[in-house]
């Protein structure tokens, strides 16, 4: 920014005029700034006009779905993750039942263009580089969704600007900046969320930009329908992916710093207006934005009423609401002496032994019992054959002879007869915990140790133990440690099966398992005929806010659970200089590819501008701490208030990622990218202009008008626009190849394409030194 000549003294408060304090725009004030209109050059004051505006925003959109929508039909192969979220679409044609770490409400709308484009949702979307031709898929029809909301990204980036006070260069500058990225494009033109998620993100910042405009009509309908519009876009970006939350959490920064300053005894006389501001923010920003969020669970229920590939990661209760679900027509009640086999829940393995014994010793030197193996094994085989043996007097027959929650049983391992025990020996694989072995059934010595008292999941007392539903837990009666697995295997003394130990939590949540089926009941007989003939079992209900909330709670789990390596993950500090991207997508033979990259110019010119945003806060700090104020007060509180809340967004959708052990993408920053546009728009007009566009905020009918002034951004506005167009433009069309995966491109080319050498592109030529003869 120019300088004005010399440093502006602070001007004591009492100084001041004494305004109504609640009647002033206290966050863009001014002081009497005199402009000569005719001093404007006359192409800026031309673009000003409301005319010019709207021929800029047309052909931003019109550029924007054209770059989004070329070669849309190219590949016609799965890509990337096109493999879980075409997949999901297909689910809810079918109405089968399946579990994902992110909200519903984009995958919804992908379900709902793949029906409308008349997909049957018979295909599976299993492995990138299927072919949707040669399977019929219209798959353009579901890239076209995220095509377009990523098109309209970019006019609503253009509204964001205009609205908090900027000119149309400088709208249509940020916008430029999301319309020739690489990386938005890429993203927008394939079956993926981000697109859904960053749409309505820049709605959300949208809505909560125009109510902000209305505080002086506070409480008026417009007030009022922008304050629920911000309510109803938050819900939708949260909706559309887990990491939508970081949205709400930005608007709940920006509504805790707003009602800070209502509760100022300047502005409000009495408490009753700050609780009336208070109370229509809880309504418009968490009473209707969750009651929106629950709906899109409530629909994504409703449309997947059968069995699907999900039912195993829910609780029983929950898989008896599916229509076809295999615990729901094939659940049994568990009677003692029946022989049955057991499956834990999350590695699916058998409880299993056979003759084979523990070595003395461990190769860590530790002594075992040598007491008969006792692991975990995949597959079926007769050693996975457990009796249920009761340890109290039963009746000869009737209902008495069922197994139930929190009774002592013991488990006969019927190939061997021997049962099942724990004692205080280390297990093989961890010290920490208790070995499991077996004892002969007719040696009473080590009675106690061989009693294990049955825990079922969620049960009232006395509920019967059934197969496929009854999850359980198995806790020795003595030592207290529930029955455990874990995926390490053991050594080959043990066949490179799964350690079964004592854990010594007996809550523990993981060491959950299930009767995969009962084999056989005391008389040898098949059990099924013992029920006789059923009617057909018709699905059971449960209540919806259990559902919802049983679902929320494994999000979380399985979204924190995702912590294993990926070739293409990289860590946030990298991000904002684009030092890695991912491969979304191949093809041998023509070389081709397409790789998650964004645009260099763009994404480091905003790394630039939040430098000097910082900076220039920073800056502004030290100089007022001196009484000097060189930025004039309108300026500044703009570059508080308006750039500051755009810095707010940008750092919410960035920093929780530092804090998170799970895999990570560059694809995660491109919310915070579209907030460091915003920034870089802003951080320009501050460079380029001393004044800015005020009043903006719609006035209240009894306040003193302001004079207005706008910002003077000269011919030089326009130029660096152009010129950064091009710059922008020049880059895109070099990494086109990337994004679009056409035209091949031969090694030595890839090779050009590799502008960072941490770029992981495929097909590039080996370079080769020469040999002198």
């Known amino acids: 920014m120019a300088s004005t000549g010399k440093l502006r003294q602070r001007v004591p408060v009492s100084a ?200 002086y009509r506070e409480f008026t309908t417009e007030w009022f329908g922008w304050l629920f519009a911000t309510g109803f876009f938050m819900a939708c970006t949260w909706g559309s992916k887990v990491n939508g939350v970081l949205t709400v959490a930005t608007v709940g920064v920006a509504v805790l710093i707003d009602l800070w300053g209502i509760l100022d005894y300047k502005r409000s006389t009495s408490m009753d207006y700050f609780w009336k501001h208070f109370a229509a923010r809880a309504i418009g920003l968490i009473v209707i934005p969750f009651t929106i969020y629950l709906s899109f669970f409530w629909v994504h229920f409703a449309l997947l009423p059968t069995s699907g590939t999900g039912d195993s990661f829910m609780s029983p209760a929950f898989q008896e609401t599916l229509a076809g679900n295999e615990m729901l027509l094939s659940a049994q009640e568990i009677r003692y002496y029946d022989t049955v086999t057991m499956r834990h829940k999350d590695s699916k393995v058998y409880l299993h032994s056979h003759v084979e014994r523990y070595p003395l010793k461990y190769d860590d030197g530790r002594i075992s019992s040598q007491g008969q193996q006792v692991t975990g094994y995949a597959h079926a085989d007769e050693n996975n054959n457990w009796q249920i043996i009761p340890t109290k007097a039963l009746p000869e027959t009737g209902r008495g002879r069922i197994v139930r929650h929190n009774d002592m049983i013991q488990l006969l391992h019927v190939n061997t007869n021997t049962v099942l025990l724990t004692h205080d020996v280390a297990s093989p694989l961890m010290p920490t915990n208790q070995e499991f072995t077996t004892w002969p059934r007719d040696d009473t010595s080590r009675f106690n140790e061989t009693l294990f008292q049955l825990s079922l999941i969620d049960a009232h007392d006395g509920e019967a133990w059934k197969s496929k539903s009854g999850y359980f837990r198995l806790v020795h009666g003595q030592t207290r440690v529930s029955m455990w697995t874990h995926s390490k295997q053991l050594p080959e003394w043990a066949f490179r099966q799964q350690e079964i130990n004592g854990n010594k939590n007996p809550t523990e949540k993981t060491a959950t398992w299930f009767v995969e089926d009962i084999i056989a009941d005391e008389t040898g007989e098949d059990p099924k005929e013992r029920t006789g003939h059923q009617p057909p079992k018709v699905p059971k209900k449960m209540n919806f806010f259990r559902k919802f ?31 890695a991207g991912i491969s979304f997508w191949t093809e041998n033979d023509p070389q081709k590819q397409i790789y998650l990259i964004g645009n260099l110019v763009g994404w480091w010119t905003c790394v630039v501008a939040l430098s000097i945003y910082v900076g220039i806060l920073g800056a502004d700090l030290l100089s007022r701490r001196r009484n000097s104020e060189p930025i004039p007060e309108p300026v500044r509180n703009r570059l508080w208030n308006s750039a500051g809340f755009f810095f707010v967004v940008w750092a919410v959708h960035y920093a929780p990622f530092f804090l998170m052990n799970r895999q990570l993408f560059i694809h995660h920053y491109l919310a915070s990218h579209l907030a460091s546009a915003l920034i870089a728009g802003a951080v320009l007009q501050f460079i380029l202009s001393e004044t800015i566009n005020h009043p903006i905020s719609v006035e209240a009918p009894t306040m003193r008008r302001h004079k207005r002034q706008y910002a003077d951004i000269g011919l030089k506005g326009p130029i660096i626009f152009v010129l950064f167009c091009i710059a922008m433009f020049s880059m895109f069309v070099f990494l086109a190849p990337l994004t679009y995966g056409t035209p091949g491109l031969t090694g030595d080319q890839v090779n050009s394409k590799r502008l960072l050498s941490s770029w992981t592109l495929h097909f590039a030529a080996k370079k080769t030194a020469e040999v002198v003869q």
């Open 549 to 579: 909330g049983e679902l929320q709670l494994l999000m979380l789990q399985h979204n924190a659970g995702l912590t294993a390596s990926h070739p293409y993950a990289s860590g946030p500090l990298n991000w904002p200089f684009l030092i």
């Open 16 to 215: 001041r005029p004494n305004f109504e304090y609640d009647r002033i725009q206290e966050e863009e004030h001014t002081d009497d700034v005199f402009q000569n209109p005719n001093k404007r050059h006359p192409i800026e004051k031309i673009l000003e006009t409301d005319n010019a505006s709207v021929v800029v925003v047309a052909v931003l959109t019109a550029l924007a779905f054209a770059l989004r929508f070329y070669k849309i039909n190219h590949p016609d192969q799965v890509v990337f993750d096109e493999v879980h979220f075409g997949k999901f679409a297909s689910y809810y044609i079918l109405g089968e039942y399946y579990f994902d770490v992110h909200p519903p409400f984009a995958k919804l709308l992908f379900g709902l263009a793949g029906w409308f484009s008349g997909f049957d949702g018979h295909f599976q979307f299993e492995n990138i580089g299927d072919s949707y031709t040669q399977n019929h898929v219209p798959y353009v029809g579901m890239r076209a969704l995220p095509a377009i909301l990523g098109s309209l990204t970019v006019p609503v980036v253009y509204a964001i600007m205009k609205q908090s006070g900027y000119s149309t260069v400088i709208a249509a500058f940020s916008a430029a900046i999301i319309l020739f990225d690489n990386a938005h494009i890429a993203q927008s033109r394939l079956i993926l969320l981000d697109a859904t998620l960053i749409f309505f993100m820049s709605l959300t910042i949208y809505a909560y930009v125009r109510f902000q405009k209305l505080r």
